[in-house]
């Protein structure tokens, strides 16, 4: 019930393509949601986030979609550029009221020029 | 600005020596938190710390501890360092429930 399972583990797409990925979850305790980026040799960096009253959220070219019937939320980049190109983690914040997450297992893109 | 540190950036050692990763945190926050992250298992929660004094296990805190003397910083400690502990650690940081978590850029550590 604590796992975040993140779909696909890789993806490879053309600059200007849209990226999507994909995030399901079983605990309905969950209570936020974020999207991490990171890059080769550094840590994670928030990217955007949303909570579970909210079914879409954009910033810029990211947006996320979040299903709450479903258990699934997404990650959709918009006119991917080559600097997109890293690994992105979705994320639940366990319990409320605590600040533990549960981290999907990553998913590694590749946008090419 | 406020950072978050970790050193040393890389470590090699061997089979059951004790080792010591650091964390060292400007931005003032209460709660500190230490992952491992591994292929296909995304960023697992070792150890987490609410205020000074104050230390929880997570999901996979057998053969680590932590200690919180100070807002600043949190140590993890390999009591005795197994090959299975190999991976790459991350130390964050976060000032509250609504608020993200900051990362460091990791510590590759080896263990032969």
């Known amino acids: 019930q604590q796992q975040v399972k993140q779909s696909p583990q890789s993806l490879i797409v053309q600059k200007g393509g849209i990226s999507i990925i994909n995030c399901a979850y079983e605990?309905?305790?969950?209570?936020?949601f974020p999207w991490y980026q990171q890059f080769p040799g550094k840590g994670p960096a928030l990217l955007i986030a949303i909570r579970p009253d909210v079914s879409e959220k954009k910033e810029g070219r990211f947006t996320i979609s979040f299903n709450k019937s479903a258990k699934q939320f997404s990650l959709h980049i918009m006119d991917s550029q080559p600097g997109d190109s890293a690994t992105y983690f979705c994320?639940?914040?366990?319990?409320?009221?605590?600040?533990?997450?549960?981290f999907g297992t990553g998913t590694r893109l590749k946008v090419l020029a | 600005d406020a950072e978050i540190t970790q050193s040393p950036r890389h470590k090699i050692t061997e089979t059951g020596r004790q080792v010591t990763l650091a964390c060292h945190q400007t931005?003032?926050?209460?709660?500190m938190f230490w992952y491992r992250q591994d292929l296909g298992h995304g960023l697992r929660l070792i150890h987490y710390?609410?205020?000074?004094?104050?230390?929880n296990k997570g999901e996979v805190s057998d053969g680590y501890s932590v200690s919180r003397s100070n807002t600043e910083d949190l140590p993890l400690t390999l009591e005795s360092a197994a090959s299975s502990q190999t991976s790459v650690y991350f130390c964050?940081?976060?000032?509250?429930?609504?608020?993200?978590?900051?990362f460091g850029d990791g510590t590759r550590l080896s263990i032969l």
């Open positions: 710390s609410y205020g000074v004094q104050d230390t």
């Open positions: 605990n309905t305790a969950f209570d936020y």
């Open positions: 931005w003032n926050h209460n709660n």
């Open positions: 994320a639940a914040r366990g319990v409320s009221g605590t600040y533990k997450y549960i």
């Open positions: 964050a940081s976060s000032g509250g429930a609504n608020q993200p978590q900051h």
